[in-house]
Antibody, heavy 116, light 107 residues
Framework: EVQLLESGGGLVQPGGSLRLSCAAS????????MSWVRQAPGRGLEWVSA????????YYADSVKGRFTISRDTSKTTLYLQMNSLKAEDTAVYYC?????????WGQGTMVTVSS | DIQMTQSPSTLSASVGDRVTITCRAS??????LAWYQQKPGKAPKLLIY???SLGSGVPARFSGSGSGTEFTLTISSLQPDDFATYYC?????????FGQGTKLEIK
């Protein structure tokens, strides 16, 4: 079964850091681009970042550029999102998604709350 | 960045109705458009990719059309399970952008 499972969310103070993980299974992880998408409470979907299949070019939304870093470990079939200098407006559910012509598989999401 | 605009923002309809949601791109995206369905507290689900191709396991009552800057999602006969929020997304170029969503409510 194709599956994505996020972890690493939680409560963090403004200016703090957090690393999200997305464990993939059931497909050839290295062959697909992967993305992070977030959804603030009561709001719509916002694409955050993407990483292509090998060799792994990276892309970011302007709202997170310079603060977030996407990466992947193909040996562990895991996608990461390192989030630094967190702001209150980064509060959201973060989803990882497999990209094959569209986001065809999504994880269940992990909540990140940035608050003092 | 490419802006995506959906209309309407809210749509009230009854079971059995035919409904159409429109998505407009601020510049041509060919057919690089996807549609997703999201229910409260759940991850989005892919419905349509490349403007008109049905996602895996998606019922045939869902269809998509359009190219360039104007796209539509049509549900031919609404079922109780279809009341949800729908999003379009352009995949022509990064940053991939979503429409603001259309909430489909029971009339």
């Amino acid at each position: 079964e194709v599956q994505l499972l996020e972890s690493g969310g939680g409560l963090v103070q403004p200016g703090g850091s957090l690393r999200l993980s997305c464990a993939a299974s059931g497909f050839t992880f290295s062959s697909y681009a992967m993305s992070w998408v977030r959804q603030a409470p009561g709001r719509g979907l916002e694409w955050v970042s993407a990483i292509s299949g090998s060799p792994g070019s990276t892309y970011y939304a302007d709202s997170v550029k310079g603060r977030f870093t996407i990466s992947r470990d193909t040996s562990k079939t895991t996608l990461y999102l390192q989030m630094n200098s967190l702001k209150a407006e980064d509060t959201a559910v973060y989803y990882c998604a497999k990209d094959f012509f569209a986001f065809d598989i999504w994880g269940q999401g992990t909540m990140v709350t940035v608050s003092s | 960045d490419i802006q995506m605009t959906q209309s309407p923002s809210t749509l009230s309809a009854s079971v059995g109705d035919r409904v159409t949601i429109t998505c407009r791109a601020s510049q041509s995206i060919s057919t690089w458009l996807a549609w997703y369905q999201q229910k409260p507290g759940k991850a989005p689900k892919l419905l349509i990719y490349k403007a008109s191709s049905l996602g895996s396991g998606v019922p045939a009552r869902f269809s998509g059309s359009g190219s360039g800057t104007e796209f539509t999602l049509t549900i031919s006969s609404l079922q109780p399970d279809d009341f949800a929020t729908y999003y379009c997304q352009q995949r022509d170029s990064y940053p991939y952008t979503f429409g603001q969503g259309t909430k489909l409510e029971i009339k």
